[in-house]
């Protein structure tokens, strides 16, 4: 009962403080998605894009339709972890860890934005949940479950494909359990989330597996290793808090319980972003499935631990919501009007425009992309060539006598790209668009690009 009232006040915190946390970049993007469904994406598999469509088509196109996704899909990972914890250790371990989750920085404050990893973590801690039952009952059934659960982690985000690396290794390794390796239920299963995965695989054979060329190019020619492997180690510890770090380096690289489950699907996740750390900036959550494990297991540390656990966790999510919601930098032309000028975008764009050629709106950003099509209700663009998805989605015919309306998040020179290729390009001086990301409404320039001339795109 104090687990139900600790979720309901948390979340109905989250719900008030949403109206704080503007859409973000990111957001806006996995958004845009869902305005051109497809099979796939070249950044990520389509579920994020699903999960909008079907939240906008229930909610209308909104700031909280998207919160609420996020928020009530980390309601069902609490769930889910508690069903988990209660199955390994009991009722109190599986309440324990559902208050350490909610607490963390990564699934706190940033559990209320949707993102693919999120819906990942959804599918991650089933699948986790589905095997804990496999081990424990001996239901052969409960293997097509898995494979529903995993293949659509798979289409959420290609990092569960660790996850059938972690099966596999834990039955070969496991004496008790390496019986179902004769069976034919974990290879049907196995078909089963294969065969959810294949419109996938399809769209990677039609466009000569985009998505591997598009990570492959994070890694860069010149990683800066000191500053790649400073960032991933800072990274974790902050956003999942010291002491679930280190538990969760204790139980991969030390435990020598009988535990295996626990330290194969953590370690599953977390030694392929740590070797590849050097050599590519790692997003903090990134390796956010490799932590479940950890809070899991929380039940087998000492009370100071989780209460250093509990409190650095408040302490880092009382300081971020403090400076979001308060220390946050306004540009001061945006003081009292920054939680509703994104709804006069739209206003703006119909007035802004010329009244002769067809109008098109460009940007040069994917968040910025995002942004003005969820805000300004118009239709995006970006000049060929800078992102590759967007190439997929098509191309604007500009036509002479045309005009754009072209949204810059930092880039300087644009303006003396643009000038040549049209009769008149201004800059407007006001701030239009505001979200708390970055510096977004600082970097922000717009170009009103009247009468096309003809010439590429910038």
């Given at each position: ?8 006040g ?24 869902s ?13 994020i ?12 196109q ?25 199955e ?48 424990k009952?001996?239901k052969a ?19 569960m ?27 049907l ?38 500053d790649?492997?400073?960032?991933f ?23 020598r ?6 330290k ?51 302490l ?7 400076y ?39 940007a ?12 300004g ?19 604007p ?17 644009l ?22 990301d ?21």
């Open positions: 009962m104090n687990l139900v009232f600790f979720l309901i948390l979340n109905l915190f989250k719900l008030l403080a949403s109206r704080y946390f503007p859409l973000i970049g990111d957001e806006a993007y996995y958004w845009l998605w305005r051109h469904l497809d099979l796939s994406y070249v950044d990520h598999p389509p579920m894009a699903y999960v909008n469509f079907i939240l906008t088509a229930i909610f209308g909104s700031e909280i339709a998207v919160r609420l996704g996020a928020i009530g899909i980390v309601l069902l990972i609490s769930w889910i972890i508690y069903l988990t914890g209660r390994l250790y009991g009722a109190r371990a599986g309440a324990v860890a559902v208050v350490i989750f909610n607490l963390l920085p990564t699934f706190f404050g940033g559990g209320m934005f949707l993102v693919p990893q999120t819906v990942l973590f959804l599918f991650w801690s089933l699948s986790f949940y589905l095997m804990v039952k496999i081990i009952t001996g059934y409960l293997w097509y479950l898995l494979g529903l659960s995993a293949g659509l982690g798979l289409l959420s985000d290609y990092v494909a660790l996850f059938f690396l972690g099966t596999f290794f834990f039955l070969i390794v496991n004496k008790e359990y390496r019986h179902w390796l004769t069976k034919k239920e974990p290879y299963a196995f078909l089963l989330s294969c065969l959810i995965f294949m419109p996938v695989i399809v769209w990677n054979l039609r466009l000569g597996f985009t998505p591997l060329f598009y990570w492959g190019g994070k890694m860069g020619v010149t990683p800066r290793i000191g790649n492997l400073l960032n180690f800072g990274l974790q510890m902050l956003l999942y808090t010291p002491p679930i770090f280190i538990l969760t380096l204790y139980l991969i690289f030390r435990d319980t009988k535990n295996l489950l626990l194969i699907y953590s370690a599953v996740v977390f030694v392929p972003f740590l070797l590849i750390s050097p050599v590519i900036n790692i997003g903090g959550h990134w390796p956010s499935t490799s932590y479940l494990p950890a809070i899991l297991d929380t039940q087998r540390a000492k009370k100071w631990v989780i209460g250093t656990i509990v409190g650095f966790a408040l880092v999510n009382a300081l971020g919501f403090i979001y919601i308060f220390l946050y930098p306004v540009p001061a032309e945006l003081k009292g009007r920054e939680f509703t000028i994104n709804q006069e975008l739209p206003a703006y764009l119909k007035a802004v425009a010329p009244k002769t050629g067809q109008t098109y709106y460009f040069n950003d994917l968040g910025m992309l995002g942004l003005v099509a969820f805000h209700q118009v239709r995006t663009w970006m000049a060929p060539g800078r992102l590759r998805q967007v190439d997929l989605w098509g191309k015919e500009l036509k002479k006598g045309d005009n754009i309306i072209y949204f810059a998040l930092n880039e300087t020179p303006f003396d790209k643009l000038k040549p290729l049209f009769r008149r390009v201004a800059i407007e001086p006001k701030k239009r668009l505001f979200s708390k970055a510096d977004l409404p600082n970097l922000t320039s717009i170009f009103i690009c009247e009468s096309y001339k003809g010439g590429p795109i910038p």
